[in-house]
């Protein structure tokens, strides 16, 4: 049940498992982990003398492992978990394992229905990605980082295409480090490279790339911008299009640059995490307007009001009216909406998190320890000893509340209203 | 002023880069360095010193080297950033080459020279310029730049596989639990107290490290994590070779982990260089004033522990101790006091140093010079003569040393000369005298490293 409006919206509270129980039964209960939907919770058990399994709502895998590490939820509800058996790491899905086998697996991904799953893998001293079960057939001197297009059928990794023996620095700076994906290799090598992501078709692949000092550019599909900056941070291609937008550096000022060519009038002291509004053309960045002074723009103008400490990503509203971001200043977080931040402050704040007609905004936020939801800059009346981020319903009238409350988990859904 | 006299040194990163250097490039990167990235504060250093000297005394290696002048923290500068401003940065190759071994192996910025100028002046930050221009120029002892590729490739210095991180992360685990029972080292966990930040080579040649300190935040109770991902690393030698956009990525990725995580603090490993690029000049160079995450070096935790009887102290050390105090954390950061503090609550004979705390003299490995390897390991050895002579004169037979650079150095130097003593973190000294709360103990541990 991957889509929202198919989940159990009536509202209630329904106890889904005993976790202290879990740690009574278990010497070792690792990180608990949910779904989307409440449904399930789950943790690696530990059960001595390097037995290690998974525990869904109380039941056992049948699967029993050396080390388990990483375990998550797809976005359609499968539990993934990287297992080592026999001195075999394989991914096991759902408490079955793939049959590929590897020496070592990381950078467990999904695609973003879910439906793929990728990690990077390392097979005889060989580097590469998994994905759904089959790696790829080219493997590499070593790859890092995992990207899976947003339909899932493709993966891009950064590889060193040849081994430089530590110290030989000439060869590292005639550039031995590209982009593979689905295991070719790009033409052309780099010094560095960051900051891979997808078009929305899958097709095209960029990456901040790094050719020389002080010369710094952007490479789709391994061909660079014909212009370089003295420093750039990562691509992201605009949605629906071949455009890609990129923060530069020109003259020691950041801005914001399109196909190599700046498009917004502003320089900022920083300037990254660039979003794109979801129904417009308008782009917001976190930009320091001054040293030591942050806040967002939209594009190339900032907020009236800046944050001493640090704003993170900014993030739309469904229907792209509004911007919201967690800010921080004198060491306390909270919510900045266009522009205004809520009065009150927490210890920490998660991202926030739109209702469907952007009217309403609803965050997880802790303070001393203890877990609550807060909605429009209005802390909820109930705490809980765990807590994850809030879920509105499709009609923006509920929301779903995954916690952990005197050793029990609980799916709630609550009215906005009474939160 | 003497004639600069040294012993010459084979270094691929000296000797073959200024082959690939035109007259016309390195006028342009001189330029381009002081006119746009050093403008006015430059101008206002060097239009205020007046030449008095008094800097001479304060720094180590002039002292180390019998107060040849040529040493004086003043010459350097006359020998570097004067000449490139008085030539234009008309220089042929071999005088880059001579900034460069002044700039990158005479001074470690320690910065005690600008506690003993007149007027304040930040002589460190003119050396910074010089690794600047020099590196730029790719002209840099050859494995501080091998670090620097290793930083723009892998954010760690030692060219870590991701995979090789986590794999040591799960092993340190496993040994960790014959002494702590069930003790965890839990990875990507989101919304712990403490992001854990260790030095790239806990994560390869000294992993007992990476124990020690999962060991403390195990008895402690701490919520603590490390992220499995890339920022893990606290080290930062991009720093010193000037590479400032490098630097710029390693610690925006440092804080985004954190940040990532959820986390409230991070703390660094016991590190002075790590501390200084995550509370000064890497997070400056991005535009935070101060870090955006509170950054916290382990005396500082430790400290706390100690204080709050998180952790505590079942037998005492008895031999007499000293301590180093490392110039990042403490001359420019003032933690000296605290230092003293751990070190007085573990050891029973605590012998202090002299000169100690902000007046203290550098180790002669600061700011990347222990990284310089075989070729350049005299000069810490002839550098550091001043601080071995120090340390011998308290009595001492364990200096506590919270820095991977004074400690590896000080202990090559009890070797080189014969000095009877040895070498400890503040990590290695709580293990060796915490106690292990009865349920965390093991049949295979005794409750202590003992």
């Known amino acids: 049940m991957n889509d929202v409006a198919d989940w159990d919206w009536a509202p209630g509270d329904k106890c889904i498992a005993d976790v202290a129980d879990w740690k009574r039964r278990f010497p070792v209960v690792h990180e608990?982990?949910?779904?989307?939907?409440?449904?399930?919770?789950?943790?690696?058990?530990?059960?001595?003398?390097?037995?290690?399994?998974v525990c869904v709502n109380g039941e056992l895998w049948p699967v029993v492992a050396e080390r388990a590490w990483s375990l998550k939820f797809s976005p359609d509800n499968r539990l993934v978990c990287p297992m080592l058996r026999e001195y075999e790491w394989s991914i096991v899905v759902d408490g079955s394992p793939w049959e590929e086998t590897y020496d070592y697996v990381w950078n467990l991904t999904f695609s973003a229905d879910g439906k793929s799953i990728a990690a990077n893998i390392k097979k005889d001293n060989e580097f590469g990605i998994c994905l759904n079960g089959r790696s790829w057939e080219t493997r590499f001197t070593e790859a890092r980082d995992v990207v899976v297009s947003p339909d899932g059928s493709r993966t891009a990794s950064m590889v060193k295409v040849r081994r430089v023996a530590t110290l030989d620095i000439f060869s590292f700076a005639e550039g031995v480090i590209t982009v593979a994906v689905d295991g070719e290799?790009?033409?052309?090598?780099?010094?560095?490279?960051?900051?891979?992501?997808?078009?929305?078709?899958?097709?095209?692949?960029?990456?901040?790339?790094?050719?020389?000092?002080?010369?710094?550019?952007?490479?789709?599909?391994?061909?660079?911008?014909?212009?370089?900056?003295?420093?750039?941070?990562?691509?992201?291609?605009?949605?629906?299009?071949y455009d890609v937008f990129a923060p530069v550096k020109i003259d020691g000022l950041w801005t914001l640059a399109m196909n190599g060519s700046p498009v917004w009038d502003n320089s900022f002291v920083q300037l990254w995490e660039h979003r794109f509004s979801p129904t417009t053309n308008e782009i917001a960045a976190v930009v320091a307007v001054q040293f030591g002074k942050w806040t967002v723009a939209r594009d190339a103008v900032p907020w009236g009001k800046t944050f001493r400490d640090a704003v993170l990503a900014p993030v739309?509203?469904?229907?792209?009216?509004?911007?919201?971001?967690?800010?921080?200043?004198?060491?306390?977080?909270?919510?900045?909406?266009?522009g205004t931040a809520w009065n009150e402050r927490f210890d920490m704040v998660w991202d926030p998190v739109f209702g469907p007609d952007g009217s309403r905004i609803a965050v997880k936020a802790e303070r001393k320890g203890a877990y609550f939801i807060a909605v429009d800059g209005r802390p909820g009346r109930e705490s809980y000893?765990?807590?994850?981020?809030?879920?509105?319903?499709?009609?923006?009238?509920?929301?779903?509340?995954?916690?952990?409350?005197?050793?029990?988990?609980?799916?709630?859904?609550?009215?906005?209203?009474d939160v | 002023m003497a004639r600069m006299q040294r012993r010459t040194v084979a270094d691929l990163g000296f000797d073959e880069t200024i082959k690939n250097l035109s007259p016309d490039k390195i006028a342009r990167t001189i330029r381009y360095v002081l006119e746009k990235e050093a403008a006015a504060r430059l101008k206002a250093y060097v239009d205020t010193c007046i030449h008095c000297g008094l800097c001479n005394e304060a720094c180590h290696f002039y002292v180390s080297y019998d107060r040849d002048p040529s040493y004086a923290p003043v010459a350097k500068v006359r020998q570097t950033i004067w000449d490139m401003i008085e030539k234009k940065g008309k220089v042929d190759p071999e005088t880059v080459k001579t900034y460069a071994r002044i700039g990158f192996t005479e001074c470690n910025i320690c910065r005690r020279c600008s506690m003993y100028c007149p007027f304040g002046i930040d002589i460190g930050y003119m050396m910074i310029l010089v690794r600047r221009i020099c590196g730029l120029l790719k002209v840099a002892p050859s494995y501080l730049q091998d670090q620097g590729y290793s930083h723009m490739y892998t954010y760690s210095q030692s060219w870590v596989a991701q995979d090789d991180w986590v794999d040591t992360v799960q092993f340190v685990e496993e040994e960790l639990r014959m002494n702590i029972k069930n003790a965890r080292i839990p990875l990507d966990k989101e919304g712990a107290e403490i992001m854990y930040s260790p030095h790239s080579l806990e994560a390869k040649f000294k992993t007992n490290l990476l124990a020690n300190i999962a060991k403390i935040m195990n008895v402690a109770r701490v919520d603590w994590t490390m992220p499995s991902f890339d920022g893990w690393d606290s080290t930062n030698q991009s720093m010193h070779l000037g590479d400032h956009e490098t630097m710029g990525m390693v610690e925006r990725m440092h804080f985004s982990a954190g940040f990532r995580l959820k986390v409230k603090k991070i703390v660094t490993s016991e590190c002075g260089h790590s501390f200084r690029a995550a509370v000064y000049d890497g997070s400056r160079s991005l535009g935070w004033k101060e870090p955006p995450i509170t950054y916290l070096q382990p005396t500082q935790l430790f400290f706390e522990f100690v204080r709050d009887g998180r952790i505590r102290i079942a037998r005492k050390i008895e031999e007499p101790v000293t301590v180093q105090d490392p110039c990042s954390i403490v001359r420019n950061r003032g933690l000296g006091g605290m230092l003293r503090s751990v070190v007085k609550a573990a050891c029973e004979?605590?012998?202090?140093?002299?000169?100690?705390?902000?007046?203290?003299?550098?180790?002669?490995?600061?700011?990347?010079?222990?990284?310089?390897?075989?070729?350049?390991?005299?000069?810490?050895?002839?550098?550091?003569?001043?601080k071995i002579r120090q340390l011998q004169a308290t009595g001492a037979k364990i200096v506590i040393a919270p820095c991977h650079s004074c400690h590896k150095t000080i202990e090559e130097m009890i070797d080189y000369y014969k000095a009877d003593m040895h070498v400890m973190f503040i990590s290695e000294l709580?293990?060796?005298?915490?106690?292990?709360?009865?349920?965390?103990?093991?049949?295979?541990?005794?409750?202590?490293?003992?």
């Open chain 1, 32 to 53: 608990y982990t949910v779904t989307n939907d409440g449904e399930k919770i789950a943790a690696i058990v530990e059960q001595g003398n390097k037995a290690v399994t």
């Open chain 1, 185 to 241: 290799a790009w033409e052309r090598n780099f010094l560095s490279i960051w900051g891979m992501s997808f078009s929305s078709d899958s097709r095209m692949v960029a990456a901040g790339v790094n050719l020389d000092r002080l010369t710094y550019t952007v490479a789709i599909n391994g061909v660079p911008w014909e212009r370089t900056f003295s420093h750039i941070w990562e691509p992201l291609f605009k949605p629906g299009s």
């Open chain 1, 316 to 338: 739309f509203s469904p229907d792209g009216k509004r911007v919201a971001a967690i800010v921080k200043e004198d060491d306390r977080y909270t919510i900045a909406v266009d």
């Open chain 2, 349 to 386: 004979d605590f012998r202090e140093v002299d000169p100690c705390l902000e007046h203290n003299y550098c180790c002669a490995a600061g700011s990347g010079v222990i990284n310089y390897g075989p070729p350049w390991k005299f000069l810490r050895m002839e550098g550091g003569r001043a």
């Open chain 1, 385 to 417: 000893d765990y807590l994850w981020p809030p879920i509105f319903s499709p009609d923006g009238e509920k929301v779903l509340i995954r916690c952990i409350q005197g050793g029990k988990y609980y799916r709630r859904v609550r009215p906005v209203s």
């Open chain 2, 430 to 450: 709580l293990v060796k005298t915490m106690e292990i709360p009865e349920d965390m103990r093991t049949p295979e541990g005794k409750g202590s490293d003992q």
